[in-house]
């Protein structure tokens, strides 16, 4: 079992930067991907970036490539999403979720945090 705790959210203007956290407690060793995701308000929640805990390989959704960057702490136990270059479309409530070793979906999921961007 591994808890998930989103931090870093905020409003900031189109064009500003954000650096998203994700502190990671519980049973890691279990951990083999890590992922963010996002929900805009009457949205379906979509794929923003994941990646690997041991090999740090990364993947992005086409929305977000060339601003957002993925990265991983395995000392401190963190994940990060750097966004810079924010856009309105980018407002939306953004969830760190954990992909367990020998499963093919995530399981476990942060309580979000809200990111608005204003015009």
């Known amino acids: 079992q591994v808890q998930l705790v989103e931090s870093g959210g905020g409003l900031v203007q189109a064009g500003g930067s954000l650096r998203l956290s994700c502190a990671v407690s519980g049973r890691t060793s279990s951990t083999y991907r890590m992922g963010w995701f996002r929900q805009a308000p009457g949205k379906e929640r979509e794929f923003v970036a994941s990646?690997?805990?041991?090999?740090?390989?990364?993947s992005y959704a086409d929305s977000v490539k060339g601003r957002f960057t993925i990265s991983r702490d395995n000392a401190k136990n963190t994940v990060y999403l750097q966004m810079n270059s924010l856009k309105p479309e980018d407002t939306a409530v953004y969830y760190c979720?954990?992909?367990?070793?020998?499963?093919?979906?995530?399981?476990?999921w942060g309580q979000g945090t809200q990111v608005t961007v204003s015009s």
């Open positions: 990646i690997t805990w041991s090999g740090g390989t990364t």
């Open positions: 979720a954990n992909k367990r070793v020998g499963s093919g979906k995530y399981d476990s």
